[in-house]
């Protein structure tokens, strides 16, 4: 089954520093861009980070300095880590397969359920 | 505070019509491809409508996806219970140089 599963979520205190796991199955990472998106409790989407199959990287202004994706292919699995936790990084993280090339043209076609992620004191 | 204004919600009676709007600007809608989204508490998101207007594998006829200038809409006809939940249009904006999400509209189907 052609799916993507993240984990790692849970509960840290401000400051500190978690890392998600989205493991994939069912295609091949290494040909895909992977893209994180988070939902906190009462708002909407908002794009997190790009993973570029290619290597390249970008991100929200609001977690750039504080969080980097990466990715280890022979794994199959595309990872975020987070430093620097604030309260407001409190959500349900998505990761999501992309599409389009050029970002005036990117899409996600399968996403996972999401890893819950607390910060709090 | 997104840049790409949704209604709130909408609803309407099983086998009618809505139409949710999507308002940006020149640094997205207007030179962006619009994305639509549809999300369910407890599920993964769903890829909708990509390219404006192109309707993504395993989605019925009924959704349909326009752009004109710096607006965008997704009308959903014959509607049903599933169609319940909340829509996100989507766009890279160059000025912001990210990918944004829509406000958000939440469907109920009455």
Redo the contacts between chains.
């Keep these: 089954e052609v799916q ?1 599963v993240e984990s790692g979520g849970g509960l840290e205190r401000p400051g500190g520093s978690l890392t998600l796991s989205c493991a994939a199955s069912g295609f091949i990472l290494s040909n895909h861009d992977i ?1 994180w ?1 988070r ?1 906190a409790a009462g708002k ?4 997190v980070a ?1 993973n570029g199959n290619t290597g390249d990287t ?1 991100y ?2 609001s977690v750039k300095g504080r969080f980097i994706v990466s990715r280890d292919n022979d794994k199959n699995t595309a990872f975020l880590q987070m430093s620097s936790l604030r309260d407001e990084d409190t959500a349900i993280y ?1 990761c ?1 397969r992309g ?2 090339g050029v ?12 890893a819950l992620v607390t910060v709090s004191s | 505070q ?1 840049v790409l204004t949704q209604p709130p919600s909408v609803s309407e009676a099983p086998r009618q019509r809505v139409t949710i709007s999507c308002s940006g600007g020149s640094s997205n809608v207007g ?3 619009v ?1 639509w ?1 549809h ?1 369910l508490p ?6 909708l409508i ?2 404006n207007d192109m309707l ?2 395993g989605v019925p006829d009924r959704f349909t996806g326009s752009k004109s200038g710096t607006a965008a809409s997704l009308a959903i006809s014959g509607l049903q219970s599933e169609d319940e939940g909340d829509y ?1 249009c ?1 766009a ?1 904006d ?1 000025r ?9 509209t939440r469907v109920t189907v009455l």
Excluded: C, M, Q, R
Aim: without cysteine; proline residues 3%; hydrophobic residues 45%.
């Design positions: 993507l893209h998106v939902l909407g989407l908002e794009w790009y970008k929200a202004t998505y999501a599409w389009g970002p005036a043209n990117w899409y996600f076609d399968l996403w996972g359920h999401g | 997104s030179n962006s491809a994305i989204y999300l407890g599920k993964a998101p769903k890829l990509y390219y993504a594998s996100y989507a890279w160059a912001l140089n990210a990918y944004v999400f829509g406000t958000g």
